[in-house]
């Protein structure tokens, strides 16, 4: 059987038809994933400017109307040699060339002659079919403000061998340093809740402030904000430290306290110059944290793997990342009907090229701004040879965690070891950093028991492991290729904990679908039911939603035991809490938002601390007394 199994695991890995218990089943080969930047290159870019080449940009100035993001249309004529392969990038600062940006080449070395990548670009036929014919054309980009200007630049020799051939005017958006893309998220405590957002004035050059209060109009409270950033040299490789550098601009982070609970508040983030005026961010809302216990209707959005894409179809980090804007764009449209999000790792994909990081604030701003938008560690986030990551992979493109960990607050208590907990009324969440070791004897393993073994179920019932890496089960292909069902050494370390405190859920991200268990331990099942469990706890249930947005990755077509739901489409779960006995999960596809995997879950707090005897060994030991 051994043999049989393993030969059909080969078949299918090539690609071959094979036939399942659950039908018909084909390998899909995965699009490329490599970063479209990276394709470029610059090492071998040269520059033949051509006085009969021009290229021009409009409008000129952009966000008259405090706009963070605005449409550019780019218009450009090559009267002979044109080519298919011609192509337009898009570039900030606006002195992109070797001449006029070499602060940090040697001055003897003429090489690159582009000193940084492109934030996106298209080929001049994109819009244009008659560009090779007619010798010119048009394209439209989608611009967000990132704090400084752009200029746009005519390429030819395709992508391996670019040559710079003309360069546009500049634009720019007004007020280029303006405070934007605010990011909620909770504080160390339940009635705390932390702003930060991106800006460019630096601390000698302003004081970072938000402006606060329960009345909309009559924001009354002023809360100071502490200023970070990050420099090239803070990067552990290339393209971070490379090409793919552009300057991050400032991080501001305000704590706003002894919030009321479940209390609507309105705030806006801005900077007191040194003269003694203010420069603003726009006015926004969010409604604070429910107290412990709090029962009320409690709803919490948790997905992995989202990524960003272009709304105008240019080509950029992970072209693949199709889902990610039907995910946002679900998730914009119903915001007023959950509290909180949780996106549990790989978050922009940026990989060593900075300028993504405003790309994917941009692109979820509308939500961040709203709710707490959690994260934590993913690959793409941190690792990196010799930065003390778990994974020596070169998945984070020598970011190795610290824009992820600058950009983004979480209650941690060391922002280099990004494990937390994290309270929402009646939900107590435990978050892994699963990019840092985890196993049993080790600082994070000591701070999940401790996370798990703290929480009143009297108070808060629902207990939720989250991490981005699966640590619990998973049949996709990959898992299977290794061999396993889950991350390597994950399940082995921390199942008994899992067990021992009667955790409900447990949700990962990493691979790219969506899947749900049934409540097991030690690979069986323990339960019968599928869309209700009711009664005394008898093991976790482990989902996979790491269908946020990013390149689909089948399953294997094996179908374990414990596998009851597989979906391979994009999409992200919800969790309702009605009250401390009645819980519902949904799984929602991002292309229309409707629910296509839902399950329910009735427990009291006596069936939660109760023990039922069964072989899932979570009993406690006993005496009767005499």
Known sequence: MEKVAKTRLVLFLLGILVHSASGLWELEVRQDDTQP????????????????????????????????????????????????????GVFSPAKFNASECSEDLNPREYRPYICQAPIKYKY????????????????????????????????????????LEAISNTISFADTNAPVYPRLALGSTWDQMTVTWTSGYGKKDADAVVQ??????????????????????????????????????????????????????????????????????????????????EDTV?????????????????????????GALNTTDQLVQDVENYDIVFHIGDLAYANGYMSQWDQFHEQVGEIAARVPYMVTNGNHERDYPGSGSFYQNMDSGGECGVPAQVMYHMPTSNKAKSWYEADWGMFHFCVADTEMDWREGTEQ????????????????????????????????????????????????????????????????????????????YENQCVSTEKDHYSGTFNATIHIVAGGGGCDLEPFSPFAPSWSIVKDLDFGF????????????????????GEV???????????????????????????????
């Open 37 to 88: 930047l990276s394709k470029i290159a610059l090492h071998r870019s040269t520059q033949k400017f051509d006085k009969s080449i021009t290229i021009s940009a409009n409008p000129v100035l952009l966000g008259h109307k405090g706009e963070t993001s605005e449409y550019v249309t780019v218009k450009y004529k090559k009267p002979t040699g044109a080519k298919e392969t011609d192509w337009v």
């Open 124 to 163: 001049a036929n994109y819009s244009s079919p008659n560009y090779v014919i007619d010798g010119e054309g048009s394209v439209t980009f989608r611009l967000v403000k990132q704090r400084s200007d752009f200029a746009f630049g005519f390429f030819s020799g395709d992508i391996t061998n670019p040559v």
């Open 212 to 293: 606060w209060g329960t009345e909309v109009g009559k924001e009354s409270w002023l809360s100071p904000a502490s200023t970070l950033t990050f420099t090239r040299h803070d990067m552990c490789g290339p393209p971070a430290r490379t090409v793919g550098w552009r300057d991050p601009g400032f991080f501001h982070t305000a704590y706003l306290k002894d919030l009321w609970p479940s209390t609507r508040y309105y705030y806006k983030v801005g900077h007191r110059m040194k003269n003694g005026g203010y420069v603003w961010g726009l006015k926004y809302y969010f409604t604070s944290s429910p107290a412990l216990g």
């Open 298 to 322: 409690q709803r919490v959005v948790i997905f992995g793997d989202m990524g960003k894409n272009e709304r105008d179809g240019s080509i950029e980090y992970n072209q693949f990342q199709h």
């Open 445 to 520: 393993y000591k701070f999940l028991e401790q996370c798990f073994a703290k929480v009143d179920r009297q108070r808060q019932p629902w207990l939720i492991f989250l991490a981005h890496r699966v640590l619990g089960y998973s049949s996709g292909i990959y898992y299977a290729m290794e061999g396993t069902f889950a991350e390597p050494y994950g399940r082995e370390s921390l199942q008994k904990l899992w067990q021992k405190y009667k955790v409900d859920l447990a949700l990962y991200g990493h691979v790219h679908n969506y899947e749900r268990s049934c409540p097991v």
């Open 573 to 592: 779960t919800k969790l309702t809490a009605f009250n401390r006995t009645t819980l519902l999960f949904e799984y929602k596809k991002s292309r229309d």
């Open 596 to 626: 296509y995997d839902q399950f329910w879950i009735s427990r009291n707090y006596r069936d939660v601390l109760g023990c039922d005897g069964t072989p899932a060994k979570n009993c406690p030991a006993f005496v009767l007394a005499t």
